[in-house]
């Protein structure tokens, strides 16, 4: 029998949530509307998966940070975000894992708030915790994924990280815990590099992926 908990963590935008298509048609939304011109996605950057949506409103023409951090930014999300749904498998792995005994948690970039709201309830409604921007220092940091695990009770070395990006896989590891990387996300292929502890290529492996790195819940 364990001596203690075990803990899944994700990151949440490009892990659970293929919220790609809603960001661009936010970001595209808001700065036509303060530019008073269209935008198509062919103006966004190439490496836009990789920029905040703020860097992306910058790139534009945008540069008011009440507009990228305020209420236009906010309605003009909440409207995009209808269009993005979980990836493939996302609420059969969080029902496993679930009904393993393993708890589960998100660390994300997005407001903890908004989580609350933007986020679908057939997945949102397994998180036992959410660190989101402004809780603790973002990643690359392990600050993130440390107050997690503290507010489920869960220590570091009962815990993995699924993320897919290098800064979730630099935050894991100064976290000290293992990482998984999800091939699956907006990184792709190129995640290999960064160094997950393991890598793969679909969300509904991560069940597997976790108990091998944890045993048992």
């Not at 975000?81 to 979980?86: D, F």
Request: charged share 20%.
């Amino acid at each position: 029998m364990s001596s203690s908990p075990t803990a899944v963590l994700f990151d949440l935008d490009g892990v659970l949530l293929d919220s790609r298509r809603a960001v661009r048609q936010a970001v595209l939304g808001v700065a036509g509307a303060v530019l008073g011109k269209p935008f198509d996605e062919g103006e966004l950057p190439a490496d836009l998966d990789h920029l905040r949506h703020d860097e992306l409103l910058a790139h534009l023409g945008v540069v008011d940070q009440e507009i990228a951090f305020g209420t236009p930014w906010e309605l003009a999300l909440g409207v995009a975000m209808r269009n993005a749904s979980p990836f493939p498998g996302a609420v059969e792995v969080l029902r496993d894992l679930a009904a393993a005994g393993t708890e589960i948690g998100v660390v994300t970039m997005q407001p903890r708030s908004r989580v609350a709201w933007m986020i679908p309830q057939e997945i949102s409604s397994y998180f036992s915790v959410v660190v989101g921007w402004g809780d603790a220092e973002p990643k690359p940091s392990g600050a993130g994924i440390l107050l997690a695990l503290d507010r489920l009770g869960v220590p570091p070395g009962r815990a993995c990280f699924v993320g897919d990006s290098p800064s979730d896989i630099a935050a894991a590891s100064a976290a000290g815990v293992p990482s998984i990387g999800a091939a699956w996300g907006y990184t792709g292929p190129a995640l290999e590099s960064s160094g997950p502890t393991v890598l793969v290529h679909a969300l509904t492996h991560v069940p597997d992926a976790a108990r091998r790195l944890l045993g048992p819940a």
